[in-house]
């Protein structure tokens, strides 16, 4: 499992290895090289794949244009750009000074791994960092993946590390909602929050049906203790991790519907509500998670001691049992002489006396549910 604090954050299982060059397959077999494929720049500056769309007045015009014409496209007042990096070293990000004249104190923020989720306001532009999430069913193994982002008035500037996150899902809400285009940033940054705060939600969701599976596997006749203990601390994990990704969110969703950002126009604040909305129900549900799987963890210690107090019963009942029989043949047995001493009365008597006791015990043990 990783997370935003480990040293292998950002790695996600079955994530392409980030140099364009055959990477493992992600998001559910798609080759990360032709996702949004139309999206791609055939020439750029960069060494890391890089997509790019133009819209103006409200409407896509252009894809895959060559990410040096980005400066000359921002002189149109009505141009709106987007820019994707695909896991960038920092040569490579030399580009957002000169095509969008960006700070290098503050690109400097895109580079660095493990950011906390948060929004920084900087002269002239906003920079987020945010985690997508990716739940493994399976093994309930959560996994994430960083993305920093850079939020001008006509630009978004998007910065993935890996390929955890769907790009191609995000186009695909863009284009669907063509008519809010015309928003400009907000919109494309609306779909950009609201496709990872759905995997929150959705991961969120995935636990909730995984803690539940395991409340009857906790209580089935064949339940194996081992394997509900470590399944627990499994999920318990994965719920820290998206702790630490989905309350940070709340902050960041908040602080965008800010006014004096000036970033989010009034037909836009509906649609952030709708988010923030998401994010605050993703975060309860996520607490709420946390405190069943803890509570699972000391139901199933309490089950085993009910277990263990059940087998020492049984155990000592059966002790007692077989007890009677071995003070009895003890004391025939000594070489002393007593009633029916070599004589085949004792012998029977003491056969009646060990079956009568016995078969007393068993049958008191076993009202009392003891056997």
Same mark, same amino acid.
């Given at each position: 499992?990783?997370?935003p604090d ?8 079955g994530?392409?290895?980030g ?6 397959p +992600?998001?559910?077999?798609i080759?990360?090289d032709?996702?949004a494929?139309?999206?791609l ?6 060494k890391c794949?890089?997509?790019t ?7 896509l015009?252009l894809?895959?244009?060559?990410? +040096?014409?980005?400066?000359?496209y921002?002189q149109?007042?009505s141009?709106v750009?987007w820019?994707?990096?695909?896991d960038?070293?920092?040569d490579d990000l030399?580009?957002?000074?000169a095509e969008?004249?960006?700070h ?9 791994e493990?950011?906390?989720?948060k ?13 997508g999430?990716?739940?493994?069913s ?7 993946s ?8 006509? +630009?978004?500037v998007t910065i ?6 769907? %790009? ?5 809400y863009w284009d669907?909602s ?14 950009l929050?609201?496709? %990872?705060?759905d995997g ?6 995935g636990?909730?049906?995984a ?9 089935s006749?064949?339940s194996?203790?081992?394997?509900v203990?470590?399944r627990?601390f499994?999920?318990?994990?994965s ?7 989905v ?10 519907m800010r ?9 836009m ?5 709708d ?15 946390r405190?069943?799987?803890?509570t699972?963890l000391?139901t199933n210690?309490?089950i085993?001691g009910?277990?263990?107090?059940v %087998? ?5 009942s059966?002790? +007692?049992?077989?007890a009677?029989p ?11 002489p007593?009633p029916g001493?070599?004589a ?5 008597v003491?056969i009646?006396i060990?079956?009568?006791a ?5 049958f008191v ?7």
């Open positions: 499992m990783v997370h480990s040293p292998d954050a950002g790695a996600v299982d994530a392409g290895d140099d364009g060059d055959g990477g493992q +992600a998001f559910g077999g080759d990360p032709k996702v494929a139309s999206a720049c055939e020439f750029t500056p960069t794949q890089a997509r769309r133009l819209y103006r007045r409200g409407v015009e894809e895959g244009f060559p990410v +040096a014409d980005i400066s000359e921002l149109d007042e141009a750009i820019l994707d990096l695909r960038p070293d920092p030399e580009v957002l000074s969008f004249g960006l290098p104190v503050a690109i400097e923020d895109a580079v660095v493990h950011e906390r989720p929004l920084d306001r900087y002269n002239g532009y906003l920079f987020l960092a945010a985690y999430v990716s739940l493994d399976v093994s309930g193994e959560l996994a994430t960083e993305l920093a982002a850079f939020i001008t008035k006509r +630009a978004l993935r590390k890996d390929d955890g996150l769907d %790009i191609g899902a995000v186009l695909s669907a063509p008519d809010l285009a015309k928003y400009g940033v907000g919109y494309l940054l609306h779909g929050i609201d496709h %990872i705060v929150h939600f959705a991961a969120v969701r636990l909730d049906d803690i539940e599976a395991l409340e009857d596997q906790l209580f006749d064949d194996v203790d081992r394997e203990q470590r627990s499994q999920l318990r994990k719920l820290v991790l998206l702790r630490r990704v309350l940070p969110m709340r902050e960041v969703v908040n602080a965008l006014r004096d950002l000036q970033l989010i126009t009034d037909p604040q509906p649609y952030y509500q988010v923030y909305d998401h994010v605050l129900r993703a975060t309860e549900w996520t607490e709420s998670l405190d069943l799987v803890t699972i000391e210690l309490t085993q009910n277990r263990m107090n %087998i020492t019963k049984k155990v000592t059966w002790a +007692a049992i077989v009677v071995t003070f009895v043949t003890g004391f025939y047995g000594m070489n002393v007593y001493f070599s085949q009365s004792g012998a029977v003491s009646a060990m079956l009568v016995a078969i007393t015990l068993y043990f076993k009202r009392k549910d003891w056997l």
